[in-house]
C-alpha cells in the first residue's frame, strides 16, 4: 500500500529559525513528490520534485528529493510568522487508484 | 475566476439529510478530483474525473457517496442520508491532466460539512 510520512507532526519555533520538515514514503511506480502548504482554507502548491538531487528554491522556502532513500525535505530559512501553517507532502504514483498519496502534514507554528 | 471555486463554503445539515457539495474548476483543467480532509488527518482521496471518461470512484467510501461532471467541467459530490462521521472538509482540486507530465493539483477552499 502507499504511504507517506511526515515529521513532526507539529513544531513551534521562532521568528528568524530555520526549520526542516520531512517526509518519507513508500510507492510503487513513483512519479513526482509534491510540497503544500495549507493555512486556513486551500492548500497552495509549493514545489513538484521528480529528480534526485536537484534542489528547487522560491525565496526562502527549498526543497530536495533523494529518490534512493526515499525522503524528501522542506526548508524555510529566516522563518516569519506568515510562514505558520500545515505542510502538506504529497507522492503521485504513475498508476494505480490514488492520484495523489497525503501524509498527514507538519503543523509549523512561528512565533514572534 | 482564476481558481478552483467550490460551494458552500460551509454546509450545516441534520443527520440522515442528503447534500450536494459542487466544484467549478480552473478553466481548461480537464481532470478533476474530490478529497476529503478530517480532524487530524491527511487529504484522503474520494474519486476522479479524467475529461469525458468513467470516473475512478474506487475511492469513495461507501454506496452512500456520489459523483458527477457535466460537460467536462463542473462537478457535484452527493451524500445520501449523512451521518455524523461524514463531518469533514470536501476539497475539490483540479490539473490539466494526469496524463500530463509536471502538472501539480490546485485546490480549491473547500465545503466544510457539519452533520447534526
Known amino acids: 500500500e502507499d504511504k507517506v510520512v511526515q515529521s513532526p507532526l507539529s513544531l513551534v519555533v521562532h521568528e528568524g529559525d530555520t526549520v526542516t520538515l520531512n517526509c518519507s514514503y513508500e510507492?510503487?511506480?513513483?512519479?513526482?513528490l509534491l510540497w503544500y502548504k495549507q493555512e486556513k482554507k486551500a492548500p497552495t502548491f509549493l514545489f513538484m520534485l521528480t529528480s534526485s538531487g536537484i534542489e528547487k528554491k522560491s525565496g526562502r522556502l527549498s526543497s530536495i528529493l533523494d529518490k534512493k532513500e526515499l525522503f524528501s525535505i522542506l526548508n524555510i530559512t529566516a522563518t516569519q510568522t506568515g510562514d505558520s501553517a500545515i505542510y502538506l507532502c504529497?507522492?503521485?504514483?504513475?498508476?494505480?487508484?490514488?492520484?495523489?498519496?497525503f501524509g498527514k502534514g507538519t503543523r509549523l507554528s512561528v512565533i514572534a | 475566476g482564476a481558481g478552483v471555486s467550490q460551494s458552500p463554503s460551509n454546509k450545516v445539515t441534520e443527520k440522515g439529510k442528503d447534500v450536494e457539495l459542487r466544484c467549478d474548476p480552473i478553466?481548461?483543467?480537464?481532470?478533476l478530483y474530490w478529497y476529503r480532509q478530517s480532524l487530524g488527518q491527511g487529504l484522503e482521496f474520494l474519486i476522479y474525473f479524467q475529461g469525458n471518461s468513467a470516473p475512478d470512484k474506487s475511492g469513495l467510501p461507501s454506496d452512500r457517496f456520489s459523483a458527477e461532471r457535466t460537460g467536462g467541467s463542473v462537478s457535484t459530490l452527493t451524500i445520501q442520508r449523512t451521518q455524523q462521521e461524514d463531518s469533514a472538509v470536501y476539497l475539490c482540486?483540479?490539473?490539466?491532466?494526469?496524463?500530463?507530465?509536471?502538472?501539480?493539483?490546485?485546490f480549491g477552499d473547500g465545503t466544510r460539512l457539519s452533520i447534526l
Open positions: 504529497a507522492v503521485e504514483p504513475y498508476s494505480g487508484n490514488t492520484p495523489l498519496v
Open positions: 482540486a483540479s490539473s490539466l491532466g494526469r496524463d500530463r507530465e509536471g502538472q501539480p493539483q490546485h
Open positions: 478553466s481548461g483543467h480537464t481532470a
Open positions: 510507492v510503487t511506480n513513483f512519479r513526482s
